[in-house]
């Protein structure tokens, strides 16, 4: 990632540094670019990783808390992207538990809306509608997976991100994250024929 904090001379010992406003004018500037960029596949992953429509704003927004705070300490090690996701399904984890934990009156009075659904807007009505269908058929399939399985599955496959990356944002070793990359990619199909067969049932 582009350097974050003023670049510092050590021509000599007496080489002045960035006064502590300059850099935090630094850092804001740089969390801007990120929140620009990064907006979208902030959003649409924290609801790929079950955090219903009614709580999707608020799990965006502690996203970009946690960015904020934790940027002027941000180590290039992961890629920026690698680092968003793992603070994305920390967040991710907590709403849905949080979630979970209310009333089912409560939870029915917030049926979830997908994001894609959203962004679906623009086309043509048919088409939003079918873009609209499958995405909630995705995020169906998706809740069949467990936490780990689900973050896993989402970078990879629908983020295309590399299983390295994954490793630094999920915090597993490599072997793992393979592991659980196929164990996900095995329920996801068990889950598509489960879906086949009933409509196929069902339109005998």
């Known amino acids: 990632m582009a350097a974050r904090a003023v670049t510092l001379s050590a021509e000599s010992a007496g080489a002045e540094v960035a006064p502590p406003a300059e850099a935090a004018d630094c850092v804001a500037l740089e969390f801007d670019a990120i929140y620009e960029r990064y907006f979208d596949f902030v959003w649409r992953n924290v609801r790929r990783l079950g955090v219903p429509d009614c709580h999707a704003d608020d799990a965006v927004q502690e996203v970009f808390l946690v960015v904020h705070r934790k940027l002027p300490a941000f180590e290039p090690r992961p890629t920026l992207r690698a680092w968003l996701s793992g603070i994305v399904a920390r967040v991710a984890r907590e709403h849905r538990r949080a979630y979970a934990r209310k009333s089912p009156l409560a939870r029915s009075l917030a049926p979830p809306l997908d994001p894609d659904e959203v962004e679906s807007g623009a086309a043509g009505g048919d088409e939003a509608l079918a873009q609209a269908q499958a995405t909630r058929l995705l ?49 996801f199909e068990q889950g598509v024929a489960r879906l086949r067969a009933r409509d196929g049932w069902r339109s005998r």
């Open 139 to 187: 995020h169906a399939l998706l809740e069949g997976l467990d936490d780990h399985k689900r973050a896993v599955f989402v970078l990879a496959e629908l983020e295309q991100m590399t299983a390295p990356e994954i490793a630094e944002a999920t915090g597993a070793n490599l072997n793992t994250v393979y592991a659980r990359l196929r164990a996900a990619r095995k329920e």
